[in-house]
């Protein structure tokens, strides 16, 4: 029997809080055990020490949040199950990031996934290009993600907006802040949990209301919502097969590949057949998400053709995020449910706020301040990483009620400008690795045209009237139903022989924009390479660059292949990994030798000249460790007091 219920009960609160404080105390228990996030290592990448299965929910549940949980089910009720091919464009998106780009980005060992751009291009310039874009698309993102689905709660169950802006910002904050990677990585696996049990509730409480999964089916195959191939080749088409399936994959791989929330988690993995299994696995994680939110779709529409009312025409809600949160309360009135759907949207809304500052606080630390201020102790560093992260915390705040008091116009730009910057980042990593004659400036221009393109088609959009959703919704039992049946199911032949000139262009989907920005950042790179002087490729070293074709068409002959990749010798990633790993020698009399290309050397410069790939640098004696760069001022090398006899082997990261 259906349940209503318009507030929440002692339950609801209670399984709501239960959630919150787990995360909170998630965040105090790594804050007090283990490294108990002493250093800069142990606060950002886990010691490098993460293990696989959290690591991979983690990576999930960091871009889904819970615009997936309101939007995707919003999306199959007002369009139809067209939208469900957008998993398949996901599928393919992650397995090109594990073939791609996790094997260039993780033998690197890096903490910043834009430390690859300084390496590759050998400027700062470039590295900074792209950490600026992703502090700006993160920042507001942050916002956008706490927002949303406040607004949803409120109207629906009186939740206060400015609450729920507090709540994800504040709890999120002070988890990821005590117990850094660590505890987002364990608190991702938690909320994922709640997230799953939350839209499950929807799925089953539905079908059971409605009389089965068949009926559920047959309902929406009736009103014209069973729709799967729609191949119109026109890209301004709102959703076809190819947008979904190839626009989709080139947004997601960005995702998955070079986004920094996801590099510093597959990095935090002990091998790279971790790194590559932590993202693979995140096919099983996509398809039960989206099939999930999919299913809550359509099973919702199914019960609301049973009453006989839509509630968006009815004026019941106010837009379509609005129907899921309805349908809870309608619906769902047993103790403890709706608290269980709250808390599901929120440790949506948490998983991606604190991924936002964990990724933030590593890439401006290490991007921006470490070069100024790396020779503080470890612990100065780490707290001013916690710094960070209360800063940003904050501004993801502020961000959240900016929109909330902006609205319109400017919530939109917002929207467009997060879309439209996962495209040239995904244009400047491949830039680099695909085309060893790229350069700094071809790198640094192209970015720029490539998120500038997107970002104003995007905002141009919604100055053109779009088509109209021509599917039928149930109004028979409406109290006013006559004047939006008619509304709803309007063409768009007027509106569509309006549209011309530049406007056509603002019509494209929205899902080829980062196709768009990717695209432009490469053909651009390239041109102006060209004309400011094209790298040769002699001085890029292979490991900076992806075997395209070794990796997507190993089955041709290896003559062949050597041709395709223009006689470039690349170097296994597990080679790059197990040198960067090497164990040295450390003599209070003799040199230490440390790999050039290990990430001690990176962030110390041992030597200017090195000698055959080796750095070498004397101590000479205990007595003047303090002049050598490679430790800071107060930290003496552990061999002047741990040596026992001549020489002891330690690791690099214990150096």
């Known amino acids: 029997m259906v349940q209503s219920k318009s507030e929440f009960d002692v339950w609801d609160w209670l399984l709501f809080g239960a959630m919150l404080a787990v995360s909170a105390g998630i965040g105090i228990f790594y804050a007090c055990i283990g490294g108990r996030q002493k250093t800069t290592a142990e606060f950002l990448m886990g010691g490098r020490s993460l293990q696989l299965v959290p690591v991979a929910i983690s990576i999930l549940v960091s871009f889904m949040s819970a615009i997936l949980i309101l939007g995707t089910p919003a999306e199959m009720y007002t369009q139809g199950t067209q939208y469900f091919m957008y998993m398949f464009g996901i599928i393919l998106a992650i397995i090109l990031a594990s073939q791609l780009f996790v094997p260039l980005l993780y033998p690197l060992q890096l903490t910043s996934s834009f430390e690859y751009l300084e390496l590759r291009f050998k400027s700062k310039a470039a590295k900074l290009t792209g950490t600026t874009m992703m502090i700006l698309q993160q920042v507001i993102y942050m916002g956008v993600a706490s927002y949303a689905p406040s607004t949803a709660l409120e109207a629906v169950t009186g939740f206060p907006t400015w609450a729920t802006i507090i709540t994800v910002g504040v709890v999120s904050t002070f988890y990821t802040f005590l117990g850094g990677m660590k505890a987002v990585v364990w608190t991702d696996v938690f909320q994922a949990v709640i997230m799953i049990a939350g839209l499950l509730a929807i799925v089953i409480q539905g079908t059971i209301s409605v009389g089965g999964i068949e009926k559920v089916w047959s309902i929406n195959d009736e009103w014209k919502r069973i729709e799967f191939f729609d191949f119109d080749p026109d890209p301004t088409t709102r959703h076809s097969f190819w947008s979904l399936l190839i626009g989709g994959m080139v947004g997601w791989t960005a995702t998955y590949g070079v986004n920094q929330a996801s590099v510093q988690r597959y990095c935090a993995l002990g091998s790279l057949t971790k ?79 604190s991924s936002c500052l964990n990724a933030l606080s590593a890439v401006t630390w290490k991007d921006i301040l470490e070069p100024f201020l790396g020779k503080k102790t470890e612990t100065q560093k780490t707290w001013i990483t916690r710094i960070l992260v209360a800063l940003y915390g904050g501004a993801g705040i502020g961000m959240a009620f900016m929109a909330m008091n902006l ?70 039992n409406c109290s006013s139903s006559a004047n939006v049946t008619a509304a709803t199911n309007q063409t768009a032949t007027d509106t569509a022989a309006a549209i011309e000139g530049l406007d056509v262009l603002y019509t494209i989907s929205y899902l080829w924009y980062p196709s768009i920005g990717a695209a432009t950042v490469v053909i651009v790179g390239l041109i102006v390479s060209v004309f400011t002087g094209l790298t040769p490729k002699e001085e890029v070293d292979s490991r900076y660059l992806i075997p395209l074709f070794d990796r997507i068409f190993c089955c041709l002959p290896g003559s062949c292949r050597q041709c395709l990749r223009c006689h470039i010798e690349y170097e296994d990633p597990d080679d790059i990994k197990a040198e960067n790993d090497v164990e040295f020698t450390v003599d209070a009399d003799q040199p230490v030798i440390v790999p ?52 002891v082997q330690m690791a690099k990261t214990e150096l």
């Open 407 to 476: 609205g319109g116009t400017v919530l939109q730009a917002s929207l467009s400008f997060t879309g439209a910057a996962s495209g040239p980042l995904l244009g400047i990593f491949a830039l680099g690795a695909f085309f060893p004659w790229a350069n700094w400036i071809g790198a640094v221009v192209g970015s720029v045209f490539g998120l500038v393109l997107p970002f104003w088609i995007s905002i141009g959009a919604y100055s053109v009237v779009g088509t109209p959703n021509s599917l039928p919704f149930p109004t028979e």
């Open 596 to 647: 050039i290309k290990s990430e001690k050397y990176r962030e110390n410069m041992y030597s200017k000249n090195p000698i055959g790939g080796i750095s070498y640098r004397s101590f000479r004696g205990s007595e003047n460790w303090q002049d050598n760069p490679a430790f800071a001022e107060s930290e003496a090398p552990p061999s002047y007091n741990d040596v026992e006899g001549t020489a």
């Open 275 to 353: 790194a590559k299994t932590a993202v693979m696995l995140n096919i099983l994680g996509v398809a039960l998400l989206m099939c999930v939110t999919c299913v809550a779709g359509i099973v919702v529409f199914a019960y609301y053709v049973e009453q006989g009312c839509d509630p968006y025409t009815n004026k019941d809600v106010s837009n379509s995020n609005q129907i899921i949160p309805y349908f809870v309360m309608e619906t769902l009135g047993y103790p403890g449910i709706p608290g269980l759907f709250v808390a599901c949207l929120f440790s949506g809304a948490l998983s991606t706020m």
